[in-house]
């Protein structure tokens, strides 16, 4: 069952090491720590063994500069737990990718990550590209 707080929710993928969020509309700073505390939370377990992360962000509308800076700690925090792929779900907004690619680049972890249409895509590529 999902956790939700505000415009976030965050689950695991059944059978895998994958943590999910979702969002939708405009999130805020509080929502974001949430999200990063959850998120590591869920994948604790995985930390020896890697795991990976999916952002699904299609319903989401684009952050602002000070939440922008609370993602790029996210994705180290995120990096330093043992995530090794960041997938995106971006539906088609161009905005959305070339933020999140822009995020993973200021984070400087070199993390492996992926944009896609669809939280389905995102999760083929884990499974063929990162074996997760």
């Not at 699904?56 to 993602?71: I, Q, R």
Request: some cysteine.
């Amino acid at each position: 069952m999902a956790k939700v707080n505000g415009a976030q929710s965050v689950e695991k993928i059944a059978g895998r090491k994958i943590v999910l969020s979702a969002g939708v509309g405009k999130t805020n700073i509080d929502e974001l720590k949430w999200l990063t505390k959850t998120v590591l939370d869920e994948a604790s377990a995985w930390k020896s063994t890697g795991w990976a992360y999916i952002a699904d962000c299609a319903k989401m509308s684009p952050v602002g500069p000070t939440e922008g800076a609370v993602l790029v700690d996210m994705t180290k925090a995120f990096v330093d737990a043992g995530c090794k792929a960041f997938g995106f779900a971006e539906g088609s907004s161009i905005m959305l990718k070339a933020q999140a690619k822009k995020n993973t680049e200021r984070s400087e972890t070199g993390v492996l990550e992926g944009h896609f249409a669809t939280v389905d895509e995102v999760l083929d590529w884990l499974k063929k590209e990162v074996n997760i």
